[in-house]
């Protein structure tokens, strides 16, 4: 029998939307009589043992990218019908009056729309760290107007707090979804490892496809010296799998039709190269590996708050001095845990073997990564004052 406590975790990105599943288990613990529902405004939600998704969803061509005013997104996404979502997510969220209390996770987009539900709302500030940017004066502005927000760093929450916002630092609910132990990924320790994060998003087979061939050139240069390498690539639930073996057959790899929804779904090998497709088991593709080739973005700082050395590609066209918004965004939040070299296969090998063969480089980039990202905790933290909120409520 329910107790009354009614949750609803609203999300606007893939990464969030993961995010809100930690805060949901964190929940659950507490309170498993609680009722937990999850409104993704950005892309589709999967049930879970904790969460059940609710309300309007559609997936559209940008994944959600179009901060920074991406008029190429926005316009993508115009033409599949997002202001017709808009409406719909905002009278759904206008008819949740009977909710305990309201958790927003993602931006301030995310929490003003949350906010005209008219409930008590808890921000789960993940989208901005001073590291990068402050909050603009209407960022803060809205954010005033949470019960309570949690920030991703403790610089971010001590500017937050010096505007007035009842802002709080208990640890980075990112960090509390990587479990390892669940999968043996048979990690081999004479081979150079590396996990390969393709991202969440309908392009990841594509992104798949390019690190691929960026691997199989780091994997020649090794070879070259002795050793042999291991991929462990961590397909997201939200990414099909036929397409992204389809898009590495392409390649010229003999990968098999995947195979379970968990675990090993796949490998191949390809000379020296082997590379192992891993569902559901995030935290054991980062305990195996030694450096991790990232193109995602959540799972690019978990891997940095895990102590891993990241590595992404620049996008074709792009310098070090002028990269795109979202990875100078990113290299700014992680700093020298984040390595970026040039898209070109032979290039970006080169750079990735000079990673590796230097250990004390490996080394600081981990420490930088850690600091950077914080201790896990944060899900916990936010998951008790929903329940202290959710037990005040008038």
């Not at 102590?307 to 992404?312: K, L, Q």
Request: charged residues 20%; glycine residues 10%; aromatic residues 4%.
């Amino acid at each position: 029998m329910k107790t009354g406590t009614d949750i609803l975790l609203v999300s606007n990105g893939y990464g969030e939307a993961a995010i809100a599943g930690y805060i949901g288990r964190a929940i659950g613990n507490l309170d498993p009589s609680a009722l937990l529902e999850h409104y993704p405004l950005v892309g589709r939600a999967r049930a879970d043992a904790w969460l059940q998704p609710v309300g309007p969803q559609q997936d559209m061509p940008s994944g959600g990218l179009v901060a920074n005013i991406n008029l190429r997104n926005l316009s993508s996404d115009l033409r599949s019908g997002l202001l017709r979502l808009l409406m719909r997510q905002n009278r759904f969220l206008r008819a949740q009056r009977q909710r305990s209390v309201i958790i927003a996770v993602g931006d301030i987009f995310c929490l003003a729309m949350s906010l005209v539900a008219g409930r008590p709302t808890i921000f789960v500030a993940t989208a901005k760290s001073d590291y990068v940017s402050a909050h603009s004066a209407i960022e803060r502005w809205i954010a005033r107007k949470a019960k309570l927000t949690f920030a991703r760093d403790e610089p971010t929450a001590f500017s937050l707090r010096a505007s007035g916002i009842r802002a709080e630092y208990a640890g980075n609910a990112m960090m509390d979804g990587i479990r390892s132990g669940q999968v043996d990924v048979a990690a081999d320790p004479r081979a150079a490892r590396f996990g390969v994060l393709p991202g969440s998003r309908a392009d990841a087979p594509r992104v798949a496809a390019a690190m691929l061939g960026r691997l199989v050139a780091i994997a020649e240069l090794l070879q070259s010296r002795g050793q042999a390498t291991q991929a462990f690539m961590a397909v997201a639930p939200s990414v099909d799998a036929l397409a992204l073996v389809a898009a590495l057959r392409s390649e010229g790899f003999a990968m098999p039709d995947p195979g379970g929804d968990e675990g090993i779904v796949a490998k191949a090998t390809h000379g020296s190269l082997e590379v192992v497709l891993v569902r559901g088991a995030f935290g054991d593709v980062l305990a195996a590996s030694q450096i991790v080739l990232g193109q995602a973005g959540t799972a690019n700082e978990q891997a940095a708050g895990a102590g891993r050395p990241v590595v992404a590609a620049l996008e074709p066209g792009e310098n070090p001095k002028k990269m795109l918004w979202y990875r100078m965004r990113q290299k700014r939040l992680l700093g020298d845990a984040l390595l970026v070299l040039p898209s070109d296969k032979d290039e970006f090998a080169r750079g990735v073997v000079r990673l590796i063969e230097d250990p004390r480089q490996m080394t600081l980039m981990g420490e930088v990564g850690r600091s950077r990202m914080g201790a896990p905790g944060g899900a916990a933290a936010v998951a008790a004052a929903a329940l202290a909120v959710a037990s005040s409520r008038p």
